[in-house]
C-alpha cells in the first residue's frame, strides 16, 4: 500500500493557514508549539519528494471506496495519471503553502 499524503496535507495547510491568520487557539498550544507542529508535517511531507530532483514518489492517484484489497494495492503511481486528485497534488499544495508559511515568518526557503 502507499503512505497517506492527502488528509495530513490538508490538516497541515489548515494549521499552516491558521498559523498566517493568527487564529489557532494558544490555549491548546502556543504560538512556537503549532510552529513546531508545521515543521514536524513539513518533515512528514518532504518524505513525497525526492529531494535530488524534485520528483514527487511514493504517492498513488485518488482512491474512493473500492471493492477488494488488491484495488487498492494496484493504484498507479504514474505522475500524469496522479491528479484526480491523487497525492501528488495534495503534496505540492502543501510545499507552497509551506513556502508561503516561510515567507510570512522571514524564515528560509524550503
Avoid: H
Avoid at 31 to 38: A, L
Avoid at 64 to 85: H, K, L, M
Amino acid at each position: 500500500t502507499f503512505l497517506e499524503a492527502s488528509a495530513s496535507t490538508g490538516f497541515f495547510r489548515g494549521i499552516i493557514d491558521g498559523q498566517l491568520r493568527d487564529i489557532l487557539p494558544t490555549n491548546v498550544y502556543s504560538k512556537q508549539e503549532w510552529d513546531n507542529k508545521i515543521d514536524l508535517g513539513w518533515k512528514g511531507l518532504k518524505g513525497f519528494v525526492n529531494q535530488n530532483t524534485g520528483i514527487i514518489y511514493n504517492g498513488c492517484c485518488g482512491t474512493g471506496p473500492q471493492d477488494t484489497v488488491e484495488e487498492y494495492n494496484e493504484r498507479s503511481t504514474a505522475y500524469c495519471q496522479i491528479g484526480g486528485p491523487g497525492d501528488a497534488a495534495f503534496v505540492l499544495n502543501g510545499i507552497v503553502s509551506y513556502q508561503e508559511y516561510l515567507n510570512m515568518n522571514n524564515k528560509n526557503d524550503l
